[in-house]
T-cell receptor, first 119, second 112 residues
Framework: NAGVTQTPKFRVLKTGQSMTLLCAQD?????MYWYRQDPGMGLRLIHY???????AKGEVPDGYNVSRLKKQNFLLGLESAAPSQTSVYFC??????????????????FGPGTRLTVL | GEDVEQSLFLSVREGDSSVINCTYT??????LYWYKQEPGAGLQLLTY?????DMKQDQRLTVLLNKKDKHLSLRIADTQTGDSAIYFC????????????FGTGTRLQVFP
């Protein structure tokens, strides 16, 4: 049981290059999220998904695209990387919220992060 | 609007208590969380409190919630060097998406 994994752990890109970050979970969780973490700004939500085949925009979606073709995977794509996208990216998952359920349905489980540098 | 604020740094001596504070603006928050992030790692849930509670204690951790002032605090008793990390508070504000709004994080440094 690996929990939430992210690939790759580190990456350096040149401006204009594209790449895809992969988040994989083996907990059968419905909800998945992509955050970016920047110094002094906490975590900001980029995009999220409430189930297979669904995606939605978060707080800072511009310059990113996502796909959730399989329940266990949530991909974050950068089509044309910019230096402003230098950041640490975290994936998180949550089980399906059950109305009136316990807190366990609200807890977000985080991956170890991907450090991306765009030159 | 949704905004969660924390002070950026806290430095304490080993064995003392640490108190990390957080203020939030959305009165419709359902749950409030404290996460810990160690260097080079993801966030780990430490504890949480439901918005209709005033206090929750979990071993060395005590969470206090003042809903009137929208103020949340995390007290760590007998702080150890292993507690050195960044601590994030977060609020859950919508019932159907589990979106969390995170604070900026407080870096706790514990010195001998």
């Amino acid at each position: 049981n690996a929990g939430v994994t992210q690939t790759p752990k580190f990456r350096v890109l040149k401006t204009g290059q594209s790449m895809t970050l992969l988040c994989a979970q083996d907990m059968n969780h419905e909800y998945m999220y992509w955050y970016r973490q920047d110094p002094g700004m906490g975590l900001r939500l980029i995009h999220y998904s409430v189930g297979e085949g669904t995606t939605a925009k978060g707080e800072v979606p511009d310059g990113y695209n996502v796909s959730r073709l399989k329940k266990q995977n949530f991909l974050l794509g950068l089509e044309s990387a910019a230096p402003s996208q230098t950041s640490v990216y975290f994936c998180a998952t949550t089980p399906l919220r059950i109305a009136g359920g316990t807190l366990g349905t609200d807890t977000q489980y985080f991956g170890p992060g991907t450090r991306l540098t765009v030159l | 609007g949704e905004d969660v604020e924390q002070s950026l740094f806290l430095s304490v001596r080993e064995g003392d208590s640490s108190v990390i504070n957080c203020t939030y603006t959305d009165s419709s928050s359902t749950y409030l969380y404290w996460y810990k992030q160690e260097p080079g790692a993801g966030l780990q849930l430490l504890t949480y409190i439901f918005s209709n509670m005033d206090m929750k204690q979990d071993q060395r951790l005590t969470v206090l919630l003042n809903k009137k002032d929208k103020h949340l605090s995390l007290r760590i008793a007998d702080t150890q060097t292993g507690d050195s990390a960044i601590y994030f508070c977060a609020e859950s504000i919508k019932l159907n998406t589990d979106k969390l709004i995170f604070g900026t994080g407080t870096r706790l440094q514990v010195f001998p």
